[in-house]
């Protein structure tokens, strides 16, 4: 590998989180407060955006299995996803949000995993891919920041009761929609650019139907199975978090140490959430490390312990802030670090086993399917999960936190043990996946 090809894929990555960064963490808030759709209807919001994810497996993994250049579908999913996303910042109907939000996802999804084959194809899996894939952390964080930032000073007013401060801010999170067209504009002529990869000839004429068979294999079955309620939970946090940490933020405003916090990331939540991709950050440069230190089913028990701990840190944070005689939002603070090692140790790490774990001429088919299950299948439910255990822990008029994150914490604490009882890898320290490899040598 030359290095330049690593330091271009890293640009790659950047933009392509910088993109969805840009608006995610602020959908349900924008949603909510601006154009007052209901929690159900938000809920819908969210589905249709990864419906994408699931036809992203049989349209784009085959093309760039089998048709067509990588770096070509990129660059023009990109071009037109930032066409389209760019028009969510002044579509008022809710037929209409959705309606874009589902053209918008069906180009938009595919984009992730192809970011991943293509970065597989062109550098070594332990040693570069962290160190390629961070950089899309960074470019997260940095527009997380920025968006917050440009919320502080050009949507908060100097003066104006806390409710008036409140809706200029939302009101202001339209801008991150249009943002996030122009970087996808960018990316996509960015992505014109990078290093050809081609198509690889296989032994069968569908890619993702191939890639099928090798996932119904241990340990991919029982991986694919764990991620639909961990990809939940995982969407659960997206949903409440930046609405919560925003609520705090507007509350707490005037208390020394979350000013000083507010100058730091700005307001809204949105880049208070951003320090989980700080703390990923370093999680994503000891992977290297800690993929030949421990076994693959360690990383993912890390993983699923960060979740299931964070969710009780945002539901106790009072209690725990006392009983430590600390701020509240340190505790939060802390919640939110710990989004780096759940997504480190599981999501990253899942990724590298479905590599390892399937033949050379379908992992980007089978990258695609566990995108699928990711930000599919699991954003799908884990929206419409997230709203109904919002309307159950609001039934008393307000907002009980105890009981919103309570029921993630509970669901990842029974994801824990069915990994324990289920899982069985069959890789060990960095090593080629044995079944994949005995399918390339049977193949040869």
């Not at 950047?14 to 959908?27: E, H, N, T, V």
């Not at 389209?84 to 874009?100: M, V």
């Not at 930032?149 to 339209?174: I, K, N, Y």
């Not at 430590?324 to 340190?330: K, M, T, W």
């Amino acid at each position: 590998m030359v290095p330049w090809v690593r330091t271009r894929l890293s640009v790659m990555m950047l933009l392509q989180y910088a993109i969805w960064g840009a608006w995610l963490p602020l959908l349900w808030p924008y949603l909510s407060n601006v154009r007052k759709f209901s929690p159900t209807d938000i809920g819908y919001a969210f589905a249709v955006g990864a419906v994408g994810a699931i036809i992203a497996p049989f349209v784009a993994g085959q093309l760039a299995d089998r048709y067509f250049n990588t770096e070509k579908f990129l660059g023009l999913s990109h071009i037109v996803g930032g066409i389209l996303i760019f028009q969510l910042a002044s579509i008022e109907s809710l037929g209409a949000f959705l309606l874009f939000s589902f053209v918008y996802s069906v180009v938009y999804s595919p984009t992730l995993s192809l970011t991943n084959s293509i970065s597989f194809h062109h550098v070594d899996r332990d040693r570069d891919f962290g160190k390629v894939r961070l950089w899309g952390t960074v470019g997260w964080i940095v527009v997380g920041i920025g968006i917050g930032q440009w919320l502080l000073h050009r949507h908060t007013p100097a003066v104006g009761l806390p409710s008036e401060v409140a809706a200029a801010q939302f009101a202001g999170m339209s801008d991150a929609f249009r943002l996030s067209g122009v970087l996808g504009i960018v990316m996509g002529l960015y992505c014109l650019t990078l290093p050809a990869t081609p198509p690889v000839k296989g032994g069968k004429q569908n890619a993702t139907f191939e890639a099928l068979s090798e996932v119904r294999a241990q340990p991919l079955l029982v991986l694919f199975l764990l991620a639909v309620p961990i990809s939940c939970i995982h969407q659960f946090y997206f949903v409440h978090a930046a609405g919560f940490l925003g609520a705090y933020q507007a509350d707490a405003g005037e208390d020394g140490f979350t000013k000083f916090v507010n100058s730091l990331v700005g307001v809204g939540g949105g880049g208070l959430m951003t320090i989980g991709q700080m703390s990923e950050i370093v999680v994503l440069a000891m992977i290297p490390l800690a993929a030949s230190a421990l076994s693959r089913k360690s990383l993912l028990a890390i993983g699923i312990i960060a979740y299931a701990v964070r969710m009780a840190l945002f539901s106790y944070s009072p209690q725990i802030a006392g009983a430590l005689g600390v701020s509240e939002l340190a505790v939060l603070m802390a919640a939110i670090a710990l989004h780096g090692v759940c997504f480190g140790c599981f999501i990253f790490v899942s990724f590298m086993i479905v590599d390892e774990e399937t033949t050379g001429d379908v992992r980007a088919s089978a990258q695609s399917l566990f995108n699928l299950v990711i930000v599919g299948v699991g954003i799908i439910v884990g929206s419409f999960v997230a709203g109904a255990v919002a309307t159950w822990a609001s039934s008393s008029g307000t907002m009980d936190y105890s009981k919103l994150f309570g029921v993630p914490m509970y669901g990842a604490l029974g994801c824990l043990v069915a990994l324990a009882l289920f899982y069985n890898g069959s890789v060990g320290k960095g090593r080629v996946g044995t079944r994949a490899a005995l399918r390339e040598s049977a193949r040869a």
